[in-house]
């Protein structure tokens, strides 16, 4: 039985030669709205909790833009932000098939490309539904407390794998089927997940100091202070941009194995 440590020997060896396609693969899969390995939303996240450590309030900010008569700038930012928001919700499902693909194909030594993001674009529809059902079965057993959540979260981390593999399958039946293959497993793609702390903590610590700098630099003039954050968050979290396509490449390893696994004693 292969350990975190092989996975993630493998999924080296399979990224050798085109780290470069997988970084670039991974950051247009999130900006795209393709919640990669453990919804990825780190920047977003750790953005939100700058501003807050910063005390400012939505009608703060909006206050402050106006008096500097950026009211209308910050008008067509939400827009922008609303319009892109509702644009990745309709096509990130699909494209987080096609990012399971492309990570398929990574892990079988066959050919990968970003335009295999793009390899399911005529199933918007059960992109969406997987995407949603998935989000709301955690969240409703998230309900209970948030153990249950996140054993439910591993049960069906396979579904986008299985369902790009099969596209006969409906939503429901890709999480049924994830959740047949995890059953004993979710152990296992959780240490294979926590193995990767140490990379993650080397990737928030510039982002906590970045965003510590800001905050204590620019107290006194909250737009400006805002401004940055959003501007450093990028930089800032170039980190992830690496971390991120080697987990997603552990993830498609993993798969690979506990389905062969399978195969072999049937």
């Excluded at 047949?180 to 979710?186: P, Q």
């Excluded at 510039?206 to 450093?232: E, K, Q, T, Y």
Aim: with cysteine; proline share 3%; aromatic share 12%.
């Amino acid at each position: 039985m292969k350990l975190a440590a092989d996975y993630r020997a493998l999924a080296r060896d399979a990224l050798r030669g085109r780290w470069k396609t997988a970084v670039l693969a991974g950051l247009l899969a999130s900006a795209l709205g393709a919640n990669i390995v453990n919804a990825t939303e780190n920047i977003t996240s750790n953005a939100n909790r700058a501003n807050q450590n910063s005390n400012i309030t939505p009608g703060g900010s909006l206050e402050l833009f106006s008096q500097a008569n950026g009211g209308r700038l910050l008008a067509v930012l939400v827009v922008c932000i609303v319009v892109w928001t509702l644009f990745t919700l309709v096509v990130g499902g699909a494209v987080r098939l096609g990012y399971a693909r492309f990570n398929l194909n990574l892990a079988d030594g066959k050919a990968a490309a970003v335009s295999d993001l793009f390899s399911q674009k005529g199933r918007l529809w059960d992109g969406f539904c997987l995407k949603f059902l998935q989000g709301l079965y955690v969240a409703l057993w998230s309900l209970l407390l948030v153990i249950p959540g996140i054993v439910k979260s591993y049960s069906y981390a396979m579904a986008p794998y299985i369902m790009a593999e099969h596209p006969a399958l409906t939503a429901n039946e890709a999480i049924t089927e994830s959740r047949r293959i995890m059953d004993g497993n979710k152990w296992r793609l959780f240490c294979l997940d926590f193995s990767f702390i140490g990379w993650e903590l080397l990737c928030v610590l510039p982002m906590l100091a970045g965003f510590s700098w800001v905050v204590a630099a620019f107290s006194d003039a909250a737009a400006i202070g805002v401004a940055l954050v959003m501007l450093l968050a990028v930089p800032l979290s170039a980190g992830f941009f690496v971390v991120r396509p080697y987990e997603e490449a552990a993830w498609a390893v993993f798969y690979r194995d506990i389905t062969a696994a399978e195969a072999e004693t049937e």
